[in-house]
């Protein structure tokens, strides 16, 4: 089994930056509504806690373990960020465990998740697939690969319901010749739901870039980031008691950010225990309440993949393009 064999060898070739001096300050925070005031003080600032990546994506919070973890899918590494240690590479490959075929892209994994056992639980762009990995032996249990009898294209992200079912969006964007890709077994780009049991069943596949994919609290509502650039937007679906679509509407239009020339695109979604959604799109993360109405963006100075919730909730973590950073909140 390859492992973390590889990772204590290859430290120092490693393009992390540790921010040694203390943390910059990068970024800004858009306030559009004072009812930003109590989820980010007006003090706050957005620090630099590690750069030098080729793309920065999926982290997660192991509140078990005290320590995020975070990918960089083109160099198929998974790091970890704890307090007082830094950044250090955690598995290496992350992904894909062998040699990379031609035509892809990101070999690594992409969204993560942590399960009610503990153990990490990654949409693995690489080996397109929906895999387990126990944090303390990385030992890899592949989950889903197929639908039907084809293979998934790249899958992106994923989240985990109470019922132990995996949402999971199945995007291009591990080929390198995305929808025109050789590789390519399924003509669609697809969102999915994973049943404790292993089934696999397709919740839309009408979209042509889904991607990132979070839950309400109260598991009725599914939320779906759509990186189309003639479509920036953030979907939500009603759910049945069963886990499944009745249907679907508009929830967060990110045109206008777009037509502003900010970077980014719709990309990765966490939703608070009190509903309102943190949504990366262009500028940074769009915080807007369950109702659908834009309090502020908390911008980084590049384009955010992805975010999380840190130590009981009271900071959030951000993958930004090269950069991990983070902001204090309330």
């Known amino acids: 089994m390859i492992g973390r064999r590889t990772v204590l060898a290859s430290l120092a070739a490693m393009p992390v930056a540790a921010m040694a001096a203390g943390p910059a300050k990068v970024g800004g925070i858009t306030r559009l509504s004072p009812a930003l005031d109590r989820i980010i003080a007006p003090s706050a600032s957005i620090e630099i806690l590690a750069e030098g990546f080729r793309w920065a994506e999926g982290p997660v919070w192991v509140a078990q373990r005290d320590y995020l973890l975070f990918n960089d899918p083109p160099a198929n590494i998974l790091y970890r ?28 994994l992409n969204g993560l998740a942590i399960d009610t056992a503990g153990q990490l639980i990654a949409a693995d762009s690489g080996t397109r697939a929906i895999v387990r990995i126990d944090v303390e032996t990385t ?54 739901a994973l049943t404790p049991d292993g089934d696999v069943a397709l919740v839309d596949g009408s979209h042509r870039r889904p991607n990132g994919v979070a839950l309400s609290p109260d598991g009725r509502t599914l939320y779906l980031a759509l990186s189309d650039e003639k479509q920036p937007e953030i979907r939500a679906y009603t759910l049945d008691t069963k886990g499944r679509p009745t249907g679907q509407r508009l929830f967060h239009d990110m045109r206008k950010q777009r037509a502003e020339g900010l970077p980014g695109l ?22 807007v309440t369950p109702d659908g109405t834009l309090l502020g963006i908390v ?18 973590f951000m993958t930004s393009s090269d950069r991990l950073a983070v902001v204090a909140l309330l």
């Open 81 to 108: 960020w704890q307090a007082g240690q830094g950044t250090k590479p955690f598995l290496s490959p992350a992904g894909l465990q062998t040699a990379i075929p031609a035509g892809v892209r990101e070999a690594g």
């Open 139 to 192: 030992k890899r249990t592949i989950l889903a690969n197929r639908f039907g009898s084809k293979r998934f294209n790249s899958p992106n992200d994923l989240c985990i319901a109470p019922s132990g079912t995996i949402y999971f969006t199945d995007p291009p964007y591990g080929f390198a010749d995305g929808d025109a890709s050789s590789l390519r077994e399924i003509d669609h780009n697809g969102l999915y």
């Open 266 to 287: 719709p990309d990765g979604i966490k939703v608070a225990p009190d509903g309102h959604v943190f949504a990366t799109g262009p500028g940074g993360v769009h915080i």
């Open 299 to 316: 911008a980084t100075g590049k384009a955010v993949a992805n975010c999380c919730f840190g130590p009981n909730g009271k900071s959030l």
